[in-house]
């Protein structure tokens, strides 16, 4: 099926220009592939994500317009990123123990913030959660990928009675607004960086140099001292205590 329209799309794009750009930007597919394999588990193929992303690039190559300002390597990125996106959640991979055990830290992490009123330590979260500082760290481990799901995974949900509530709702209750307009809120990207600054110093610098500077996870462990999987379950922290935060704002 993926063959298929990478296919149609090629014979779509079918201008001097596009396959100029195509040829320039294909590396670019296997740069945004690599980085995201990095945080997936074992069972992602790196040659889907690639797959996908060329189709991402051949929707960007003709959709591009250079009259609009944008460089297209920009414009690309965007496309193949989304793509592989797309194509991940759209697979239900991630174990449902899985999900529970996130929403369990999340809700250890936040429970501490509001008690301590700064960010807890490893130490004190698995406590809270009553387990081994050992066992925490795997289940930091298990959740590698975690931050790719639905959106919806920000609902606040009550899963003994069957209901939800998404964080879409949140934004376009009314059904009418572009959903990906209201989420590019400026007060939601306000209390984003907001939650980025108050992470301990050592998950800030992992989180700049993953997706501002673009290092992988061995590179990155290479910088902190520590081993790859320690800067998966590093990551997965991090993520876990911006999720607490978001989730805060959007039940204003």
């Given at each position: 099926m993926l063959k298929q329209r990478a296919l149609k799309l090629y014979r779509d794009t079918r201008s001097d220009s596009?396959?100029?750009?195509?040829?320039?930007?294909?590396?670019?597919?296997?740069?945004?592939?690599?980085?995201?394999?990095?945080?997936?588990?074992?069972?992602?193929?790196?040659?889907?994500?690639?797959?996908?992303?060329?189709?991402?690039?051949?929707?960007?190559?003709?959709?591009?317009?250079?009259?609009?300002?944008?460089?297209?390597?920009?414009?690309?990125?965007?496309?193949?990123?989304?793509?592989?996106?797309?194509?991940?959640?759209?697979?239900?991979?991630?174990?449902?123990?899985?999900?529970?055990?996130?929403?369990?830290?999340?809700?250890?992490?936040?429970?501490?913030?509001?008690?301590?009123?700064?960010?807890?330590?490893?130490?004190?979260?698995?406590?809270?959660?009553?387990?081994?500082?050992?066992?925490?760290?795997?289940?930091?481990?298990?959740?590698?990928?975690?931050?790719?799901?639905?959106?919806?995974?920000?609902?606040r949900d009550d899963e003994e009675h069957g209901s939800s509530s998404s964080l879409l709702d949140a934004f376009a209750a009314d059904h009418a607004a572009n959903p990906l307009t209201q989420l590019d809120d400026a007060h939601f990207r306000a209390r984003l960086i907001e939650g980025i600054e108050q992470l301990p110093e050592r998950e800030k610098l992992l989180m700049a140099l993953y997706y501002d500077e673009e290092l992988n996870l061995k590179e990155i462990g290479a910088v902190l001292g520590v081993s790859e999987s320690r800067v998966c379950q590093l990551h997965s922290q991090a993520v876990a205590r911006l999720r607490t935060k978001l989730t805060d704002w959007t039940a204003r």
């Open positions: 596009d396959t100029e750009l195509l040829a320039r930007s294909t590396p670019l597919v296997k740069k945004i592939a690599y980085h995201l394999i990095a945080r997936l588990p074992a069972s992602i193929d790196v040659e889907d994500l690639i797959q996908v992303g060329l189709i991402g690039l051949m929707e960007a190559a003709r959709n591009f317009d250079a009259s609009a300002g944008a460089q297209f390597e920009t414009f690309a990125s965007q496309r193949i990123r989304g793509a592989m996106l797309d194509e991940l959640r759209s697979g239900d991979w991630l174990p449902r123990q899985t999900r529970r055990n996130l929403r369990e830290i999340d809700a250890a992490i936040h429970k501490l913030e509001q008690t301590l009123g700064r960010a807890p330590g490893e130490m004190e979260i698995a406590q809270a959660m009553d387990i081994p500082l050992t066992d925490y760290q795997d289940k930091l481990g298990d959740a590698r990928g975690h931050q790719l799901l639905h959106i919806d995974d920000y609902a």
